[in-house]
């Protein structure tokens, strides 16, 4: 443990003297950009990934340099930085067959195992654990950018999980009663009672860091604050089991001393509650990071790999929130029963401040398996000095043990969540091997609380000890490194207020090419929709309007039947690829 965190924050010391800014966009021979592109510096570990317009932009140390691009399918390409003008990369498409592992139920299975051939997992595999006869698409391929070995140890090699039920509402509210029942009121945790709220500016660009209240009468029954693209999530009964729907709750925006009330108090199953805020758009660039370690025993048999998969997350971090005045802390726990509980070292823009204090770390103690979680909890959202003004907070809590289950516990978990989803602190739990379901349920409701997310790593890796799947339908097995930038980078990039907000230049960018005609209906729709095309030809693709690719469906007749409602409410696009043509059409989820 010693070790931990030395040389991840030592990667954000980067000079900038010799640096500049390289833009450039990748093409297939036809000229189709190609979405989600690696890009990154020949025997360097920073890089990024191309946009929806399979563009970039990429800072390089000077224009000596090579950038190495890949993308699966196609033969890399290495090209020389040009500082006066933009690139254009085009990459031939490979001869070779690609082939993926798929995985089915809780079992693994190969795809090669169907047709007779040999397959072995690369670094661009896609693993999708899925219910039987369920198919789910992600929108890009996992990826991952190597980085100079850790204590030996090249990043990469750590497989990890996102279970987020956000996404997959319905089937939350299935397990939270079903599955998992039996331990919300061991926790006293219920998420069930749902509040979505949407905050614009004129223009509609996302009104990001405003505090939202959900209150009966003059009883707040909570308080969040919108994220990155303007959503807070708010809860009513999360804390009582015997919690009805009320007819009198209301929603409130809040902004230096003025108070705006939205129209309705709409629960998340009868939609979206969206509200306009008649002020000036205005945007920060803070974004705080901290990382809430168990520091017990336990934890040895993945530290060391974590150690170099951090320390590839930050550089890459750093690189793709260009614009961001990041900040990083540190939380260590162990048990009370230990030579310490809870030590801290607060947010630092310095890395080697930050590297001094984790340098002194060991790991030790603990034994029994609950752990101090909520005393480490209430050190990392009470002690620490979270901005006010960051578009972006988010508490990645590693851990491989839950918390003690006595009322004092309990108790405190309970005081942690409701203030860190008032302070607009994401919480994030990473799982390593050791969790128990009891555990999982705790955890899951902690990341809605908070507008969080839940990851957890897994058995593909072969590191470590036992890794608890979580209950759930699907999930996509990514590289932990990868799968870290995503969320972080997905929780803190913002658009410049005078910049056209990202899901217009999505949707108008996909209805640009609407050469087919199909209809949708019942639109707008609860969940099931009809998708009606002349003939029974191509691919329909399901895409949210930041141009993330949710789903691929084959169509095999006229008439295709497919099911949102385990999104969230909003608007979709469903783009009709048949050759060289397509179509598109918005579908609104209420």
């Known amino acids: 443990m010693r070790s931990l965190f030395i040389a991840l924050f030592t990667a954000l010391a980067v000079s900038l003297s010799a640096q500049f800014y390289q833009a450039g966009c990748v093409t297939d021979a036809e000229g ?6 690696n890009v990154l510096i020949k025997d360097k570990s920073s890089g990024t990934v191309t946009d929806f317009d399979g563009c970039f932009t990429l800072m390089v140390p000077s224009k000596d340099v090579e950038l190495e691009v890949s993308y699966v399918g196609f033969v890399p390409a290495r090209v020389r930085v040009n500082k006066e003008s933009n690139l254009v990369i085009i990459l031939e498409a490979s001869t070779a067959a690609l082939e993926e592992v798929v995985v089915t139920g809780y079992g693994l299975s190969r795809k090669a195992d169907m047709t007779g051939s040999a397959t072995t997992m690369s670094s661009r595999d896609v693993v999708k654990r899925s219910a039987p006869g369920r198919e789910e698409i992600s929108a890009f391929s996992s990826f991952s950018i190597g980085s100079s070995p850790v204590n030996g140890l090249p990043a990469g090699q750590l497989t990890a999980g996102e279970n987020n039920d956000f996404g997959k509402w319905n089937l939350w509210e299935d397990i939270s009663q079903e599955d998992l029942a039996e331990f919300r009121d061991l926790w006293g945790l219920y998420p069930d009672h749902r509040y979505a709220v949407q905050l614009t500016y004129p223009g509609g660009r996302p009104a990001t860091n ?3 209240t959900l209150q009966n009468g003059s009883d707040i029954e909570w308080t969040s604050r919108t994220d990155n693209r303007g959503r807070a999530e708010l809860w009513s009964g999360m804390n009582d089991s015997k919690a009805q729907r009320s007819e009198k709750l ?6 230096e001393g003025k108070r705006y009330p939205l129209p309705a108090a709409v629960e998340f199953k009868d939609g979206l509650n969206q509200f306009e805020l008649p002020l000036a758009c205005a945007r920060s660039a803070a974004v705080d990071i901290a990382f809430v370690i168990d520091a017990t025993s336990s934890m040895d048999d993945e530290m060391r790999y974590l150690n170099a998969e951090l320390t590839d997350v930050i550089r890459r971090v750093k690189t793709a929130l260009i614009a961001a005045d990041l900040r990083t802390a540190a939380v260590f726990y162990r048990d009370s029963t230990d030579a310490y509980v809870t030590r801290h070292q607060n947010f630092s823009s310095s890395s080697d401040t930050t590297v001094a204090y984790c340098g002194k770390q060991n790991p030790a103690g603990g ?3 609950p ?12 002690q620490l000095d979270w901005r006010e003004n960051a578009v972006s907070r988010l508490l990645f809590l590693v851990l491989d043990a839950p918390p003690h289950q006595d009322a004092v516990s309990r108790n405190r978990l309970h005081k942690m969540t409701i203030a860190a989803a008032a302070r607009g602190i994401r919480v994030v739990p990473v799982v390593c091997s050791g969790m128990t379901k009891d555990g999982e349920y705790l955890l899951r409701s902690i990341a809605l609380a908070t507008n969080g997310t839940y990851v957890f790593l ?13 209950t759930t339908d699907a999930y996509e097995v990514e590289k932990l490194n990868d799968l870290l930038v995503r969320v972080i980078t997905g929780f803190s990039e913002t658009s410049p207020c005078d910049a056209v907000p990202k899901e217009q230049e999505v949707s108008k960018q996909l209805l640009a090419g609407d050469d087919l005609k199909f209809k949708v209906f019942p639109n707008p729709t609860s969940g099931p929709v009809t998708l009606e095309f002349p003939h029974a030809q191509g691919e329909v693709h399901l895409f949210d309007l930041t141009g993330k690719l949710l789903r691929r469906i084959k169509i095999s007749s006229r008439k295709e039947r497919v099911n949102l409602s385990g999104l969230a409410g909003g608007t979709y696009l469903l783009r009709w690829i048949n050759g060289d043509k397509e179509g598109v059409k918005q579908v609104i989820l209420q």
Request: no cysteine; hydrophobic share 40%.
């Open 32 to 37: 189709n950009p190609l979405i989600g592109a």
């Open 210 to 212: 405003v505090e939202v």
């Open 250 to 255: 209301n929603l409130f925006a809040h902004h």
């Open 367 to 369: 034994g029994d398996h």
């Open 371 to 382: 752990e101090a979680v909520d005393a480490a909890l209430e050190t990392a959202v009470g």
């Open 458 to 470: 897994t058995d593909d890796s072969g590191i470590g000890g036992s890794h608890l799947a979580p």
